[in-house]
């Protein structure tokens, strides 16, 4: 079975732009959750999709947002770029009701110049 | 809130060796699992181990145990015959268990180096 996959791995972008990431989960997940990585403020939750819907959602500014498509692959988009955005983003895909625990893609490295 | 505090930011031990990684939380919840992930230096979190809050038995995968302390709020991962693949940053994080959350709070990790 794949495990889940990210792309792109790297993005380099500037200030002001936007990005769109993505995430393919595991076949048959259907929730997928968003964290950023950073040195300074360690791996943070962004946002919970499950259904297409956002049932949960971190402590991000409204530039942070996302979406599930019905088959479950999910994007993150992120506008008006910040250097503080510079982040590992990672996405996870769990099975819902099944408590086993989410499962990591590789994280997108995104660098904001 | 929950709070998940990894008071080790690094550690180091002898291939072969065994060592425990510290982790303590805080939460009002009763019911709720427990994790460890571990990140080397490819950026993959894996999951190591896990735990139900409700389960009295430590949980055990090979050569990865936990001394799960639940009145006293702690959860340590102790890894037996450590190996050179061991190495990486290791996560403590911890879930609420009801339906409609699949959100993880994690801890700021600890470095672990195992020397050859």
């Known amino acids: 079975k794949a495990g889940v996959t990210q792309t792109p791995r790297y993005l380099i972008k500037t200030r002001g732009q936007q990005v769109t990431l993505s995430c393919s989960p595991i076949?048959?997940?259907?929730?997928v959750s968003w964290y950023q990585q950073t040195p300074g403020q360690g791996l943070q939750f962004l946002f919970e999709?499950?259904?297409?819907?956002?049932?949960n959602k971190g402590n991000f500014p409204g530039r942070f947002s996302g979406r599930q498509f019905s088959n479950s692959r999910s994007e993150m988009n992120v506008s008006t770029l910040e250097l503080g955005d510079s982040a590992l983003y990672l996405c996870a895909s769990s099975l819902v009701g099944s408590r086993t625990g989410a499962f990591f893609g590789q994280g997108t490295r995104l660098t904001v110049v | 809130a929950q709070t998940v505090t990894q008071s080790q930011p690094e550690m180091s031990v002898q291939e072969a060796e065994t060592v425990t990684l510290s982790c303590t939380y805080d939460t009002s919840e009763s019911n709720y699992y427990l994790f460890w992930y571990k990140q080397p230096p490819s950026r993959q979190m894996i999951l190591v181990i896990r735990q139900e809050a409700y389960k009295q038995q430590n949980a055990t995968e090979n050569r990865f145990s936990v001394n799960f302390q639940k009145a006293a709020k702690s959860f340590s991962l102790k890894i037996s015959d450590s190996q050179l693949g061991d190495t990486a940053m290791y996560f403590c994080a911890f879930m609420k268990q009801n339906f409609g959350n699949e959100k993880l709070t994690f801890g700021t990790g600890t470095r672990l180096t195992i020397i050859p």
């Open positions: 076949s048959g997940h259907r929730s």
């Open positions: 999709y499950f259904s297409e819907t956002q049932r």
